[in-house]
């Protein structure tokens, strides 16, 4: 219990930063999600379900602080957090946490969460599906995964 509430004031925290801070570090219009790490840690520590509750709980929060179109964040969240938890195996959580493999997680799952998020954003829009899932998707794609470099260096210094 007391590490569900643990997780649940860091993903406060993290919805804080990602709506406050992480826009200032914005590159050609693109930020890192620093949600969708959090949330392939959470499945990668804890499992699919912790993983997935996470993703809603985050996402939800992510749009009512944001306004722009509810519920399409905790759905694409979601979805990034239940695919995330298919990788977890309780006896390699340290080993994958500080390695490639990690990496490897957070760029599918960011992947997947922002073909959904951007193939259900741009409807009605001038902007072609292929310019924004393939322009922006694997722009903040790339650019979460080279974030999540930060919790693979501290994890991989701990195992040494």
């Known amino acids: 219990m007391q590490r569900y509430l643990q997780y649940a004031l860091i993903t406060l925290a993290l919805v804080v930063l990602q709506t406050t801070i992480i826009p200032f570090i ?12 959090w949330i392939v840690y959470i499945a990668v520590q804890a499992g699919q379900i912790p993983a997935t509750v996470a993703g809603f709980a985050a996402g939800i929060a992510i749009d009512l602080i944001s306004g722009q179109f509810l519920g399409l964040s905790a759905l694409s ?14 006896n390699k959580i340290e080993q994958t946490l500080g390695s490639y493999r990690f990496l490897l997680v957070v760029a599918l799952a960011s992947f997947i969460h922002n073909v959904v998020y951007f193939t ?23 650019y979460t995964t080279a974030a999540a470099l930060f919790p693979v260096f501290s994890f991989h210094r701990k195992l040494a």
């Open 26 to 37: 914005s590159v050609a219009n693109t930020v890192p999600d620093v949600m969708v790490i």
């Open 120 to 142: 259900i954003f741009v409807q009605g829009t001038n902007t072609g599906l292929f310019t924004a899932v393939f322009q922006f998707g694997i722009l903040s794609t790339m």
């Open 77 to 90: 969240k979601t979805i990034a957090g239940f695919l995330a938890g298919y990788f977890y195996s309780d």
